[in-house]
């Protein structure tokens, strides 16, 4: 558990309507393309969000 996987290499595994899951050639886990998207932007937000100590 104390390895986080960023998934940096996704596959298309499963379509729907308007939903489609990625598998991740890293680690393997199964996730919605959706998520993953959100997973990312999130990680972007987190790293500008950081807050210079200003006084
Ligand atoms: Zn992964």
Known sequence: M???CKHPRV????RHDDAEF???LE???IFDA???RD????EDAEQ???PEEAD
């Open 11 to 14: 596959r298309v595994v499963s």
């Open 27 to 29: 680690c393997g886990e």
């Open 48 to 50: 500008e969000e950081r």
């Open 34 to 36: 959706e998520e993953f």
């Open 39 to 42: 997973m990312e932007i999130e």
């Open 2 to 4: 104390a390895t986080v």
């Open 22 to 24: 990625v598998e991740c």
